[in-house]
């Protein structure tokens, strides 16, 4: 069986060998820590299930020039390739948030500038001048293949990268309209791009970013989502659709229980990371969709912190989901710098039990 047909005959409830083993990953600094103690651990680290997986695509093309505006003993202020101006730590910057100060967008007028030079639908400039090629040689995969629009492919994530979350969530009350322009712009856009890749291969996944909801609560209300975004997800599921794409998967951390029914109901399939932490269990979520919903993650990753006595309860808690199909199991984030090396190693050997 191929890592393809174990994916698509796991997403569709078939027969498979395994389940998928994926890894979400880890922290710069987790990865500098497990350097360090990897030669005192007797263990090999088992490798993830290959995937082709692009996510760059959407990005502001051309990218900002990066632009050090102020700097001192402890950060640095810059411009980063977005035209967000931030303020971050010099010491491990990825294990501490930036300061964002200001957003490249304010006004519509902005909006419709940064469109026309950033996100146009070039796509030689974007893949580059051999995207053709690229494309055709996925044809003929033993892998899936997965497009995701990245921090620029949904209806709140990219919104948020220009205008920041402050002023987008005071947007839809003062200022709806400049909302749903928004909106229509990324729905024309995804289209568009995606309208090209499939002249010349087709994908087994289309994903969305969003990243809108914290611990407790979405940052919208599941109303706003149904009423502003929902149309612009069938939109484009609608479409792709049409264009023979089956899944379609949306990533966003935090509690996002409140959400999924309006997923649901906007043609996507796949939800990913489902956080512990944020009171997310793919066990309940399973008893309440079914399986009109596939799965990603959804085991605690901070029990890989703890050790073997919190890792092995935690995979036997989602082994039941595994043989029903329609679920990947894996850590619900990247590992953060407290794992030690030879807890990861456990972790994933614990993982590939399971499967």
Known sequence: MTHRERFLRNMRYQDFDRAP????????????RWEREKPNCKEVPLTR?????????????PPFEYKVVEEDDRTITYINHEGILLKERKDNPWSSMPQFIKFPVETREEFRTFCKERLNFDMASRLG???????????????????????????????????????LCMMFYDDPAFVEEMMDYFADFMIAIMDKVLDHTDIDVFGFWEDMAYKTAPLISPEMVRKYMLPRYRRVVDHLSRRGVEFFALDSDGDISSL???WLDSGINILYP???????????????????????????????????????PEMKRVAPLVRDGGFIPGPDHSFPPDVFYENYVYFLKKLFEIL
């Open 260 to 262: 999924v029914p309006v």
């Open 21 to 32: 083993f994926w890894d979400f990953g880890a922290w710069p600094e987790t990865i500098e």
């Open 274 to 312: 489902f956080e512990v932490q944020c009171g997310m269990d793919v066990n309940q979520v399973r008893k309440e969709y079914g399986k009109e919903l596939r799965m990603w993650y959804g085991v605690d990753k901070r029990v890989a912190a703890w050790g073997p006595d919190a890792i092995d």
């Open 129 to 167: 001048a051999d995207w053709v090629e690229k494309m055709e040689a996925h044809k003929d995969r033993d892998v899936p293949l997965f497009v995701s629009g990245g921090r620029w492919g949904g209806f709140f994530g990219p919104q948020r990268n220009l205008l920041g979350v402050e002023n």
């Open 49 to 61: 299930d290959p995937c082709a997986g692009y996510g760059g695509w959407f990005e502001p093309t």
